[in-house]
């Protein structure tokens, strides 16, 4: 089975279809968002990029590849990749660690919404601290069994700092000015799929049924 890269827009559900992967096919969930809001937020490193992140704006490639390559160093088994490349130098750094890794079994999977979609999701995301699955409190698939409360945790959801209409401005800004040089990357490799982004149940079909035919190849 290859590994997964998801190319999309913040709030495109790429965290949502990542968890169902990851249930079903035991995938190793790699997001950077995560490994960046688990960095230490007592630390003077941790407080930038807290900023950094509810401003809406790109940590440096240093860092969040420095966070990546050592995520990849320690996981064993197939990975979804989401959140990076965020721009052509991360994709151009990517290609160097995975050749350095030995992987080459990869499909970049680009996932399109509209930006109107994406900011009504991003605006009504609720995200359980513990467990981490992500919620909608306006759509009646994603939304919690009781209000606000974790279905797997009985604890209190989230909204997460970023998730509110400037700071998703800047992040879809960020993502339009930069997809373009990546989804040519990996056209160009011939690497490259695209899905809808619709209900989480029918993106993550159409991913499944992307996984298993490539596996049929
Ligand atoms: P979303 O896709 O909804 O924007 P993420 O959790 O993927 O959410 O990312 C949240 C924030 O983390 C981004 O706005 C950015 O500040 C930072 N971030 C995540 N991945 C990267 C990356 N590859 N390069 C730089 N910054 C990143």
């Known amino acids: 089975m290859k590994n997964i890269i998801f190319i999309a827009p913040p709030a495109a559900g790429k965290g949502t279809v990542s968890n169902l992967l990851k249930e079903k096919y035991k995938y190793n969930h790699i997001s950077t968002g995560d490994l960046l809001r688990n960095v230490n937020k007592n630390t003077d490193l941790g407080k930038r990029v807290q900023e ?69 999701r991003a605006l009504s995301r609720l995200i359980c601290p513990k467990c981490k699955k992500i919620y909608n ?57 695209e899905v809808s982004s619709q209900t989480s149940n029918i993106t993550f079909n159409m991913i499944e049924k992307l996984i298993n035919e490539d596996k049929n190849d």
Do not use: H, W
């Open 52 to 120: 950094i992140m509810e401003q809406g704006q790109l940590v440096s490639d240093e860092l969040v590849t420095e966070l990546l390559k050592e995520k990849l160093k320690e996981i064993d088994g197939n990975f979804i990749l989401d959140g990076y490349p965020r721009n052509i130098t991360q994709a151009n750094i990517l290609d160097e660690i995975l050749d350095e890794l030995n992987i080459n079994n990869i499909m970049a999977i680009y996932i399109n919404i509209s930006k109107e979609e994406a900011m009504k």
């Open 137 to 193: 409190k306006f759509n009646d698939e994603a939304k919690p069994k009781k209000e606000n409360i974790c279905d797997n945790c009985g604890i209190e959801l989230k909204t997460r700092d970023d998730d509110n209409e400037e700071s998703f401005k800047v992040r879809f800004e960020t993502y339009i000015n930069n997809v373009k040089p990546i989804l040519d990357f990996y056209k160009s490799k011939n690497m490259l799929k």
